[in-house]
């Protein structure tokens, strides 16, 4: 006896419709989604100015009560403690920062020039900037050479002919630079001096530390810069000569982790999650919009929608469906009326003599 068919793998086999190929998908971007969830900041206030404090030298955010940090950060800042009651201190223990907000601009401009943090007997270095603030979106020119300075940047692209960019900074030592839009509107193009120049959205990435191989982190704040593991196969301390088969902790492919190549480190912008909120929501109301007009005319025993005039005139199947064609026939009516018109074809269908 024997049966029509083609041979499967046993790997084929044991997939139940795919359920092990969309588990092996989840799995993949869980890392990912891990991190994310974990480097989330709780809310504050749209109003306050937000200080990131990124220590250095080794400094672990988890090996601190939070009650010893944030006296940690008024002591850097020279504030007291009065008068940084309105102040909120938070710290990030993925990042391995400390998120600061403020509502005075005074107390803000003295977070930003935090050098050094001071706990006990041990003192480690420190870098402090202002975030962006709220209702702001980025986006990024490519092709700026080394030789034009920040202080150049700025006043190329803060200029009238661009009313809705705030600021401007080059990303590291790269050619790209970031500009800060008022608002949640990226335009495609931006004037750059007399030139014009294509400008895309700001994707962040997820940060992977090249100091200690680890996720969530950048190098300059790692807090393990003397336990490295293999960005390949996850090894712990390997050695110099160390050979493995690499696979990428956030996409599961043949890379190390988080390689340039990966898409799978890119955060998915801000302004693409608003759109397609604003369109999923725009869509149910529509859907809803119609539901409750069908139930609308079949109340009223209408049931038909093509008998409304609305669809009759937009499906062609109404009186209204085709104006230009009773145009042209009201055209016709009107010359048939006319005498000289009449007096033609009487003259064209008169019998002729013989």
């Given at each position: 006896m024997s049966v029509e068919g083609e041979d499967v793998t046993q790997q084929e086999y044991e997939d139940e419709a795919g359920v092990n190929a969309v588990n092996n998908k989840w799995s993949k971007g869980q890392r990912a989604r891990q991190i994310m969830a974990a480097s989330r900041m709780p809310s504050l206030p749209n109003e306050d100015y937000k200080i990131i404090v990124r220590p250095r030298d080794g400094f672990k955010v988890t090996d601190y009560g939070i009650?010893?940090?944030?006296?940690?950060?008024?002591?850097?800042?020279?504030?007291?403690?009065?008068?940084?009651?309105?102040?909120?201190?938070?710290?990030?223990?993925?990042?391995?920062?400390?998120?600061?907000?403020?509502?005075?601009?005074?107390?803000?401009?003295?977070?930003?020039?935090?050098?050094?943090?001071?706990?006990?007997?041990?003192?480690?270095?420190?870098?402090?900037?202002?975030?962006?603030?709220?209702?702001?979106?980025?986006?990024?020119?490519?092709?700026?050479?080394?030789?034009?300075?920040?202080?150049?940047?700025?006043?190329?692209?803060?200029?009238?002919?661009?009313?809705?960019?705030?600021?401007?900074?080059?990303?590291?030592?790269?050619?790209?630079?970031?500009?800060?839009?008022?608002?949640?509107?990226?335009?495609?193009?931006?004037?750059?001096?007399?030139?014009?120049?294509?400008?895309?959205?700001?994707?962040?990435?997820?940060?992977?530390?090249?100091?200690?191989?680890?996720?969530?982190?950048?190098?300059?704040?790692?807090?393990?810069?003397?336990?490295?593991?293999?960005?390949?196969?996850?090894?712990?301390?390997?050695?110099?000569?160390?050979?493995?088969?690499?696979?990428?902790?956030?996409?599961?492919?043949?890379?190390?982790?988080?390689?340039?190549?990966?898409?799978?480190?890119?955060k998915i912008p801000y302004l693409v999650k608003r759109r397609r909120w604003e369109r999923a929501r725009r869509e149910e109301e529509e859907a809803m919009y119609y539901e409750k007009e069908a139930e609308a005319l079949y109340r009223q025993g209408r049931h038909d929608w093509r008998q409304q005039p609305e669809h009759q005139a937009r499906d062609g199947s109404g009186p209204d469906a085709f104006p230009k064609h009773q145009a042209r026939e009201k055209g016709r009516s009107t010359r048939e009326q006319d005498p000289r018109a009449q007096k033609e074809r009487a003259a064209s269908t008169a019998p002729r003599d013989p």
């Open positions: 009650n010893r940090l944030e006296c940690c950060v008024a002591n850097a800042a020279e504030i007291p403690r009065k008068e940084s009651e309105e102040d909120t201190v938070c710290a990030n223990y993925e990042q391995n920062i400390l998120v600061v907000s403020t509502p005075s601009e005074e107390r803000a401009e003295k977070y930003r020039a935090i050098a050094r943090l001071r706990i006990g007997d041990k003192e480690f270095e420190a870098n402090a900037y202002e975030s962006a603030p709220e209702d702001t979106s980025k986006g990024v020119i490519r092709g700026v050479t080394h030789e034009v300075s920040p202080r150049e940047i700025v006043e190329m692209l803060v200029t009238p002919r661009n009313p809705t960019v705030l600021m401007a900074k080059r990303m590291g030592n790269t050619t790209n630079v970031i500009i800060l839009f008022d608002g949640h509107h990226v335009p495609n193009y931006v004037r750059y001096g007399r030139a014009l120049v294509k400008c895309s959205l700001y994707r962040k990435h997820i940060d992977v530390c090249y100091q200690c191989g680890r996720l969530g982190h950048r190098a300059d704040v790692c807090p393990n810069p003397n336990s490295r593991i293999c960005r390949g196969c996850g090894t712990e301390n390997p050695q110099q000569d160390h050979e493995c088969e690499a696979k990428c902790q956030l996409c599961g492919k043949d890379h190390p982790t988080a390689d340039r190549r990966c898409m799978a480190r890119y």
